[in-house]
């Protein structure tokens, strides 16, 4: 233990080790791995910025207690969400919890960031931690199917004709003035997101998925995320419009619809995700339930961008309390270019402790390493000095 310590501590750039332990990882079996010590204090950092940060706890707050909890992790696209969200998932798996890692971004990595297929829809399996890990990629854009069908069942040609040839022309208009089937085809951007997200919320009230504590969310880039938020008021807008619409129809548009669809009536589904939809908004208010980490790179522009998206997080009142910054650049010397970076990196990330947004979060420092962090060993890595 202490040649490993010395050697550590003699070692210039942290990035070779993580090489050399991820080497040696492959060679070791999944029960060793637990044994193995990740004695690296000098390879990441958390600081605290700022006085409200002091009050936020690090990793002990969020891996205690039983009840289920929720981390989505979002940023700036390439920052880094998916790494450390499955290094977050694996590290909650390997102290206990029952842990499901989801994305939901249409562009998924969580495949390659666990190593694992996991194309298909389905909870798969993570091998190399010592509690249940499931990790599952769902299709945004099948999700948004359903509710375009609905949508258009609602909005397109036929209801409207039917109603105009009984003599409900004025209400058919109504209906053409809120746009339903422009509406359906151009949603706002994230809506496909948070449809997939309701669909998730929806499985995991079932008894079978009760026994996960934990939940990790790989989010979409930041500007989905942040027009995410402005779901709620669109359903309550558009869609909303027509549940009253619905109402004052009464059983006149029942019967249309029922022709049209007996079984399977569309304002219905559209009421349902309706409330499934406002029960999510809750559960992202609830700070004993959810987390959102923002994940960012030490540049000046994704500062900035992490900053505008605490501003609308907060404004939406959705809780963060962390920022991770990550691949920081090791310290270095002999490269200039190296060095000229590294010096860019650190003014960056002074900006944050000036930064009305981000000087309350709790501040991760993760560095980059001179390897794509890929598999559960790295993401064990990874995660064990991220995570604190
Ligand atoms: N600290 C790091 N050191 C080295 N490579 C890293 C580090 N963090 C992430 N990477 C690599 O950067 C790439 C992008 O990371 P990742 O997929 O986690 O980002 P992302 O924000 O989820 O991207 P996207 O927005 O495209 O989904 C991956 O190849 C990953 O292995």
Redo the contacts with the bound molecule.
Sequence with gaps: MAALLGHILKTRNN?FLLRNITRTFDTISSSSLHQTPFILPSLSQVRLVGNAAESVCGFDEMVGGKDRKYYM?G????????????SLAVKFANHGHPTMVV?T?P???LS??LAQDLTGGKLVPVEGVSSPLYALEINPDKSMEEFRTAGQKLGGGGAKSLMQSIGLGAIADQLGELKLEEMLHTPPPGTDEIIAITKVMQFLESEEYSMFSRIVF?T??TGHTLRLLSLPDFLDGSIGKLIKMKMKLGSVFGSLLGKEQPQNNPLDKLEKLKENVAKIHDLFHNPDTIEFII?TIPTVMAISESSRLHASLKKERVPVKRLIV???LPPTSGCKFCSMRLKDQMRAIETIHNDSELSGLRLYE?????????GVP?LKF?GDNLWR
Excluded: F, Y
Aim: charged share 20%; aromatic share 0%.
């Design positions: 990035s992790l940023g700036k696209g390439g920052v880094g969400k998916t790494s450390c969200a499955a994305s971004d562009a998924h990595s390659d960031s790989d979409a880039p994940v990550n691949q920081v993760a560095p980059l390493v001179d390897m794509e962090i890929r790295a990874m």
